[in-house]
């Protein structure tokens, strides 16, 4: 498991990522849309339930109060997102380095056989000259001690 610099692998940490992951689904704004549409509504209808009148100063320090905490939030996961990514990254060269080193491996050694392959073949050659050289002179000498035998 890597070792962020910035945070570790704390429980602050996996909590402050989740809540920056739920700060940009549909159901975050959906639900902080129907707040403050209710929070309006109550404000500028109910007249004994006004604990926020126009111009809703008490919504307006709720979402300043908000981003002041969501932002260092998001700014944490993203760290530690970086941090992930450059290590699944390093991992990822080391196993192409890997790789790349084995592919040269295999191409050396395919060389290498194919040169004692052919090396074997000039062999084969070589040595089927020297069987046809070979017969070609125990046919002489046969076809020879024929004609001495004869004419005997």
Known sequence: MPQFSAFGEDAFGRRAEAAARFFGTPQYILGQTLI???????????????????????????????????????????????????????????????????MERREADLKRETDELKALLQSNTDLTQQDKELTEKVEALTREIHARLTST
């Open 36 to 102: 403050v549409v209710l929070w309006i509504a109550v404000n500028a209808v109910a007249v004994g339930m006004r604990w926020d009148p126009y111009p809703f100063i008490l919504l307006n320090l709720a979402f300043s109060t908000q981003a002041a905490y969501a932002a260092p939030l998001i700014l944490l996961a993203q760290t530690r997102q970086v941090e992930r990514d450059k290590d699944a990254l390093d991992k990822l060269e080391a196993h192409r380095e890997e790789v790349s080193k084995s």
